[in-house]
């Protein structure tokens, strides 16, 4: 079983129209709604890949409701913790003819010291029988700023390797706890170790604690730092479409990896043949299985061999900074 944890997970509501009028009135020409956060995204293409799988989190009010019945048709296992307050939405504005997102990100509930506890509870129940398990997305109010170092120590205590996928602060008090690994998207990158190259900031946030780092660089495919090497994986192509949740099919076949043992080349060209065929299917967490294989032998992995220098520190972390995602 793979166990995934998104603690401020969503409904995720899609707009599909073919061009923004900024500043204007816009008619939307369909719309659906969805379970939706990182870790959930991440269990549902695990489900669809016919893959044993537990999601939980945090969920409360007619939204949290609205998500765990959605959920409940998606093939992972509910496991999720009742709170008092209400499961945020996200809006996500697919432009046809820019083949491009924009994401409004609502704030999720607060969480009481009771219901954290209660989380963590049963997340060391559940960790019992677990491969593997993903960590992913922001943390929502009430809940400690160094959770993901928490719950990576809990599930290294365990046995279980942990893969997270956070940025910023939250990221960075999961490092030191070791995960097997963690993938920030460009963006998350700088956010966390400051205006530098995916490599050196990579190397350094493995020099901070990480096993394994898997750099996301949108259409430019993936970027790996680990122990075995360092690699760069490319579509054949760039994809158009709607890229909500590629990154989280993406932490979907290398936690599949992970578990397997797989050699990182074939890990990461599953990576990015799963993240693109995700880009081309109309909702976050789908993609069509046809798409997958035929892009999979398109994907392109070659080692990276530049000087090898020790990275620098990781920078201070701002006071108050950020984790918006």
Not at 55 to 81: K, N
Not at 104 to 116: C, T
């Amino acid at each position: 079983m793979i166990l995934t944890v998104t603690l401020n997970p969503a409904v995720d509501v899609t707009y599909h129209l073919d061009r923004v009028a900024h500043h204007g009135s816009n008619r939307v020409d369909a719309v659906a709604e969805r379970a939706g956060g990182k870790g959930v995204n991440v269990a549902r293409v695990l489900a669809a890949l016919g893959h044993d799988t537990v999601a939980t989190g945090l969920a409360g009010g007619a939204t949290g409701e609205a998500l765990r019945a959605d959920l409940a048709t998606a093939g992972p296992r509910d496991e999720f913790v009742t709170v008092d307050g209400t499961t945020r939405r996200t809006v996500a504005v697919v432009e046809a003819a820019a083949g491009d997102a924009t994401v409004y990100l609502e704030p999720g509930p607060v969480v009481s010291a009771d219901e954290w506890a209660h989380f963590t509870a049963r997340y060391r129940r559940l960790l019992r029988t677990a491969e593997a398990v993903v960590l992913s997305g922001s943390l929502p109010a009430g809940v400690p700023p160094d959770a993901y170092g928490t719950l990576v120590a809990l599930a290294a205590g365990a046995g279980v390797p942990a893969v997270l996928d956070a940025q910023g602060p939250a990221l960075r008090a999961g490092l030191a706890a070791g995960p097997a690994l963690v993938k920030p998207n460009a963006a998350e990158l700088v956010a966390t170790a400051g205006p530098v190259t995916p490599l050196t900031g990579a190397r350094m946030l493995r020099a901070a604690g990480a096993r394994a780092v898997v750099v996301s660089l949108g259409p430019g495919g993936l970027l790996a730092s680990t122990r075995d090497g360092d690699w760069r994986a490319r579509p054949p192509q760039q994809v158009h479409g709607n890229p909500t949740g590629a990154g989280d099919s993406a932490v979907a076949a290398l936690t599949l990896g992970l578990v397997a043992g797989t050699p990182w080349p074939d890990r990461l060209a599953q990576a990015v043949a799963l993240s693109a065929a995700t880009v081309l299917a109309p909702l976050a967490g789908s993609f069509d299985p046809a798409d997958h294989r035929r892009l999979l032998p398109l994907v392109t992995v070659r080692p990276v061999y530049p000087p090898s220098t020790p990275p620098p520190p990781l920078p201070p972390s701002p006071e108050g900074e950020p984790c918006p995602s």
